[in-house]
């Protein structure tokens, strides 16, 4: 299974359209465009077919995790420095 095909998948299974995908690429600060994304959706034997990239791939499922759950809460860093007192 090629990264298009789990990109197919997932866009199939979870109901996005392409604008949709492009915002969750922007939630981890990767910029494409409709055109570009929809290269990854046509047939192999289509002149303007893309491979998607592991890359792509990887920032699509971070993405997509802020998508679905929201940001990770900050977490609150404490001083563990003992009082020599």
Avoid: W
Wanted: charged share 35%.
């Amino acid at each position: 299974m090629t990264n298009n095909d789990v990109l197919k998948k997932l866009r199939v299974a979870l109901k996005l359209r392409d604008d949709e995908i492009v915002k969750i690429l922007e939630l981890v600060d990767f910029r494409i465009s409709k055109s570009e994304l929809g290269a990854f959706f046509r047939k192999e034997d289509h002149p303007k077919y893309m491979e998607c990239g592991d890359q792509i791939l990887r920032n699509f499922l971070n993405g997509l995790v802020i998508h679905m759950r929201g940001p990770m809460p900050k977490k609150n860093v404490k001083s563990n420095k003992k009082s020599n007192e």
